[in-house]
């Protein structure tokens, strides 16, 4: 029973020391850069690559900001646009 009871303490340790931890948007650093959109990209797969570091709760929530600050009467992009898009770093860049 013992050893039963510490197999579980020992895999509940494991699995609560390896989640990944979302980072404070406090200690962050928000950025803007000008991105070139590709044959093939999407508003999503532009903000699974940089709306990282847990500064938005829902990736949707960037989208809705990049359409925002660009104007965009939708979530359609086209390849060559120029587009704004938010990022942010740990890094504080002077």
């Known amino acids: 029973m013992i050893l039963i009871t510490s197999a579980f303490i020992l895999t509940g340790i494991v699995a609560f020391t390896s989640r ?9 650093y928000k950025y803007y850069t000008s991105y070139e959109v590709k044959s093939g990209d999407t508003l999503w797969s532009i903000a699974e690559e940089y709306s990282g570091n847990g ?14 600050i660009n104007h965009l009467p939708s979530d359609t992009i086209y390849a060559g646009n120029k587009i704004c898009i ?9």
């Open 20 to 28: 990944k931890t979302k980072a404070d948007p406090a200690d962050l």
């Open 55 to 68: 500064a938005y709760d829902r990736i949707t929530d960037y989208i809705d900001e990049v359409c925002s």
């Open 86 to 94: 938010p990022y942010y770093s740990s890094e504080c860049k002077d």
